[in-house]
């Protein structure tokens, strides 16, 4: 091999590995067919190159039971942290992938609600017994992500699992149009079935702008008035305070999705959460009963262990 040649498969694979260029990209750039690229980058692998190595993020057990029982609930599961927020939502959600397999059974009605982790969950879980899989929450779009909608479409393609959708956005102008959509028929009865979960998996945010995805969504004055009435964090677009007390807002009446009475009568909630700032939102969610099982990050279960008495 000319020494050419050996630049150009590290240059193609830094371009693929590092930079995260697709294949198409590569070839219009270096003016070769994506065949070649393809190729190249089998090559690099073959002779050392590239060399891939597959980390299943660490989760301590024991750690996680000790926390469990201090908290008083039924179940923490801890993955490690990442080098940036994209690393960890990907650990977290692996944990959380074994988290739902392990307490979907066979004839099980599950609630989703959408946040970026459980839609990456979604593709670890593989396959799910024959269940009834229920939408939440509206849709609520996020630049570079998915939605609730796109969600729930993923399980319908799953085999035996039917879908109970909520052809609406999550947040609605008013609360006299949330209470016309709550009341379409397919929306309506979707809602019901929340009445009657054997599981829910949802995501637990801080309130603030950087950590839920409702926040950026309303007003600077509902900001304001929720935080003001004591809002620590929110949950399907529902807040609450520090107790797990429902924070009853003007935005509380635009939402369509899941209560948080709905999720406290449900047998098995799994809520996840990472990072340092979403430590007071779990600890309220399992004080107000709407957790039994939290997925976590490394970081949230040090912030955990500050928080709770010895």
């Known amino acids: 091999m000319t020494q050419n040649e050996s630049n150009l498969l590290v240059e193609v694979s830094t371009d693929y590995y590092l930079d995260g260029k697709s294949k198409v990209e590569i070839a219009r750039d270096r003016g070769i067919s994506r065949f070649q690229v393809a190729r190249l980058l089998a090559q690099a692998r073959d002779q050392g190159v590239v060399r891939i190595e597959i980390t299943p993020p660490r989760v301590d057990g024991e750690r996680g039971a000790r926390l469990a029982a201090r908290l008083g609930v039924g179940e923490i599961l801890i993955a490690a942290s990442g080098e940036d927020t994209r690393a960890t939502r990907e650990n977290v959600a692996v944990e959380l992938a074994r988290a739902a397999r392990a307490h979907i059974t066979e004839g ?29 929450v ?87 008035a929720a935080t003001e009435a004591g809002a620590i964090a929110e949950c399907s677009g529902r807040l609450f305070d520090s107790e797990g007390r429902p924070v009853r807002t003007s935005l509380d009446e635009r939402v369509v999705g899941v209560t948080l009475e709905q999720l406290a009568a449900t047998p098995q909630v799994i809520v996840i ?38």
């Open 108 to 136: 099980a009605t599950v609630g989703v609600s959408w946040s970026r982790t459980v839609e990456a969950a979604v593709r670890h879980i593989g396959q799910l017994p024959q269940c009834d899989v229920v939408q939440l």
């Open 273 to 310: 959460g990472y990072g340092a700032a979403v430590a007071p939102g779990l600890v309220a969610a399992v004080h107000g009963g709407v957790a039994n099982t939290l997925v976590v990050d490394d970081t949230a279960a040090t912030a955990l262990e500050t928080l709770l008495p010895d």
């Open 138 to 224: 509206g849709a609520l779009p996020v630049e570079g992500s998915g939605n609730s909608l796109a969600l729930i479409n993923t399980f319908e393609q799953m085999p035996g699992v039917r879908t109970w959708p909520v052809w609406s956005p999550l947040l609605v102008a008013d609360a006299a149009t949330a209470a016309g959509m709550r009341r379409q028929p397919e929306i309506a009865d979707a809602l019901a079935r929340a009445d009657h979960l054997d599981v829910a998996v949802v995501a637990v945010g801080h309130w603030s702008e950087r950590t839920s995805t409702v926040f950026p969504q309303i007003s600077t004055e509902e900001q304001q």
